[in-house]
């Protein structure tokens, strides 16, 4: 019974490297061109104002809001100091995710704040005070 489920697990091991691997021969790249005319096409439109077809707004929690803060805020202020100022303020007001880090009692020094747009996930603002 051993072997026979160790040979299974073998496969199975097996199967799952193969079909995770990927192999750049085997996929297709569109290329920069085309990422040059994508982005010159939804830089032009105006009328959709950004937005994904069908969505008024993208973030639509807060968990996701910090998600996206977190990467942008560990890559310019690093993760330790960010972290530290956990838990966070967040609010959603008019469709704009405001965003602020916290600091103990009788703490001196500044925070964060990130404003980052629901509806497009553009960041509108971002500040830390001293």
């Not at 073998?10 to 040059?36: D, H, M, P, V, W």
């Not at 530290?84 to 703490?107: A, C, F, H, M, S």
């Not at 020094?109 to 005070?129: E, M, P, V």
Request: hydrophobic share 40%.
């Amino acid at each position: 019974m051993i072997k026979i489920n160790l040979l299974y697990l073998l496969i199975l091991l097996s199967y799952a490297l193969t079909a995770c691997r990927q192999n750049n021969s085997e996929r297709i790249f569109l290329g920069k061109s085309y990422a040059e005319q994508e982005l010159k096409s939804a830089l032009g439109k105006t009328s959709s104002n950004g937005l994904i077809e069908g969505y008024s707004t993208i973030i639509k929690d807060s968990l996701t809001a910090i998600g996206i803060a977190e990467q942008v805020l560990f890559s310019i202020y690093g993760k330790e100091n960010i972290t530290k100022q956990r838990p966070y303020e967040i609010y959603l007001i008019e469709n704009y995710w405001v965003i602020g880090g916290t600091l103990p009692q009788d703490y001196l020094g500044g925070t964060f704040l990130i404003i980052i747009d629901a509806r497009d996930c553009k960041i509108i603002s971002i500040k830390h005070g001293k």
